[in-house]
């Protein structure tokens, strides 16, 4: 019995390959002629938006704030460090260690608080490019119902589309109108 099956599926495989390659060609034409592919540069679509460059303006302001303190805190570990070095032969030797442990405190405080600060901006970034990303995927799906889109993929998938397909702007305008 156990051999009959296999001697039938040898027959109906090549079969159904040959079915497939005659069919195919044309169960592909078909889905192509009735589908509507969009495409969508999503990364251009969020940071254009309205909200986008309204919290990156302020983002970037508080960033570029810090970046001054972080600058200020370096300095003043450089010139704690250039005062060690002159004053080393000078000094007592207590002295000399109390005042290199204090360097090393405080350097190794400002590595800290630098990685804790790009860790916090990083963060904050990705929180604030999360929930507009939330927002524009919500967008997209409107847009694709409305306009009867089969499917709008992100163009940095695809090699080559069509710029008339392009939904990058459309999506940006329905967004900024959506979130006024």
């Not at 060609?25 to 078909?30: E, T, W, Y």
Request: hydrophobic share 40%; net charge positive; charged share 35%.
């Amino acid at each position: 019995m156990r051999l009959t099956i296999f001697r039938k599926f040898r027959i109906i495989s090549p079969l159904l390959v040959l079915g497939f390659l005659i069919c195919g060609p044309f169960a592909v034409s078909s889905f192509a002629a009735d589908s509507r592919i969009g495409f969508l540069n999503i990364q251009k679509a969020v940071s254009s938006t309205k909200e986008w460059k309204t919290k990156f303006k302020k983002f970037k302001a508080d960033f570029t704030k810090e970046k001054k303190r972080i600058k200020a805190k370096e300095r003043k570990i450089k010139k704690m460090l250039e005062d060690l070095n002159k004053q080393s032969f000078v000094l007592d030797p207590e002295l000399k260690k109390k005042k290199e442990d204090t360097f090393r405190k405080e350097k190794v405080a400002f590595e800290r608080y630098v990685q804790d600060q790009n860790a916090e901006f990083g963060k904050e970034e990705k929180e604030m490019t999360q929930k507009i990303l939330i927002k524009m995927m919500r967008i997209i799906k409107k847009i694709g119902k409305e306009k009867k889109y089969t499917m709008i993929l992100e163009q940095k998938v695809v090699l080559y589309h069509d710029k008339g397909n392009d939904l990058t702007g459309i999506a940006t305008q329905a967004y900024n109108r959506a979130n006024k």
